[in-house]
């Protein structure tokens, strides 16, 4: 079953799932744009074929089988406690400022994001709320997510798109 924090992976490539999301009666599964996305990603045994690539949201989008996924809930994201979903954890991390596309998270030092790790799900109050997509090191590991909902509006405006033109 797909779902928040599964691994993807084609070839050589890997990345997390940040979300599995529903729109416009189709079931859609989310990731980082880490390297350059494969137009097929397996995970959980499931192929999945590419939908699209959001280079301003800095995400991929697959076509998932609802049968073979789980529906991610998802929330706004605000500062305080949250969890990114690393290797195979949820680590206890802090959102420090939270903008209009993008938040800023204080990761442990002692759990420094893999390449593998692309596209990690960010979770508050068991929602997610934003995708990893970039970190960098400081005095402390601090690292860059997309809003969740951010995704989401443009996720939706894609999928109009790409129904008008199979009509």
Excluded at 68 to 73: G, I, K
């Amino acid at each position: 079953m797909l779902r928040a924090g599964s691994t993807l992976a084609w070839g050589r490539w890997r990345a997390k799932v940040t979300a599995v999301l529903e729109e416009e009666g189709a079931r859609l599964l989310v990731t980082s744009l880490a390297g350059e996305p494969p137009e097929r990603v397996r995970g959980e045994g499931t192929v999945c074929e590419l939908a699209f690539r959001d280079p301003v949201g800095k995400f991929a989008a697959y076509w998932v089988d609802p049968e073979r996924s789980e529906v991610t809930p998802t929330g706004e994201p605000r500062p305080g406690t949250c969890a990114v979903h690393l290797g195979d954890a949820w680590v206890l991390s802090e959102v420090l400022d939270v903008g209009p596309r993008e938040l800023t998270i204080r990761l442990p030092n002692a759990r420094i994001p893999g390449p593998e790790d692309a596209g990690a799900p960010v979770a508050q109050d068991e929602r997610v709320v934003g995708m990893l997509y970039m970190y960098f090191l400081e005095t402390d590991c601090v690292g860059r997510a997309v809003r969740i909902d951010f995704i989401e509006s443009r996720l939706g405006r894609a999928v109009r798109r790409l129904r008008g033109r199979r009509s």
